[in-house]
């Protein structure tokens, strides 16, 4: 039983460049979400994903792009990353109801030149 | 949106002292956690409590819902206990489980 698991844990683009991050989980949840954290602040939520084919807007998703083909599975794509993307990527997975604990990739460290 | 609003922002300890972290929040909620993310950045569920008391081991919290607050109590810091605290609260009439991340606080112990 892995949990979550975030590919890749590091990463580098320039300016214009595109990339997808992975986030996979085995415990059948059926909730899905992606989190950034910026230095010294908490985390902010850009997308979230309340089953299988299912995508939603968190509080800060502009410039970025999901999808979630597969209920284990939940892709963050930016299309065109800008430096002000510099940040740590967090994936969550829940049973989706509020009164649920949500449980938490390692997270992705992404620097954007 | 909810607010929430983590005190300190920052503490130093020596190691063996008590502690108290604060969360206050602006609406009502039915979800709260506390979180412990690592020096490595790893992010640890402690726990689990819109409302009540709860303990494991050197650890407990409290939630105050009707006043919109919760408490961690962390007694005999160990250095390993160093990192980053946060809070995170899902309103009561929201679905899809969203939570809503405090600012943290950032525990620093001392050998």
């Known amino acids: 039983n892995a949990g979550v698991t975030q590919t890749p844990k590091f990463r580098v683009l320039k300016t214009g460049q595109s990339m997808t991050l992975l986030c996979a989980q085995d415990?059948?949840?059926?909730?899905m979400y992606w989190y950034r954290q910026d230095p010294g602040m908490g985390l902010r939520l850009i997308h979230y994903?309340?089953?299988?084919?299912?995508?939603a807007k968190g509080e800060v998703p502009d410039g970025y792009n999901v999808s979630r083909l597969k209920k284990q599975n939940f892709l963050l794509g930016l299309e065109s990353a800008a430096p002000s993307q510099t940040s740590v990527y967090f994936c969550?997975?829940?049973?989706?109801?509020?009164?649920?604990?949500?449980?938490f990739g390692p997270g992705t460290r992404l620097l954007v030149l | 949106g909810i607010q929430v609003e983590q005190s300190p922002p920052d503490l130093i300890l020596q190691e063996g002292a008590n502690s108290t972290l604060r969360c206050n929040f602006s609406?009502?909620?039915?979800?709260l956690q506390w979180f412990h993310q690592n020096p490595w950045g790893q992010l640890i569920n402690l726990f689990y409590?819109?409302?009540g008391t709860k303990q494991n081991g050197r650890l407990s919290a409290t939630t105050v819902a009707t006043e919109r607050y919760s408490l961690l109590y962390i007694s005999s810091s160990q250095t390993t206990d160093s990192g980053v605290y946060f809070c995170?609260?899902?309103?009561?009439?929201?679905?899809?489980?969203?939570?809503?991340f405090g600012d943290g606080t950032t525990l620093t112990v001392k050998p």
């Open positions: 969550a997975s829940g049973r989706g109801t509020a009164q649920e604990t949500q449980y």
């Open positions: 415990m059948n949840h059926e909730y």
């Open positions: 994903s309340v089953g299988e084919g299912t995508t």
């Open positions: 609406d009502s909620v039915n979800n």
């Open positions: 409590i819109p409302s």
């Open positions: 995170a609260v899902g309103l009561l009439y929201t679905n899809a489980g969203k939570s809503t």
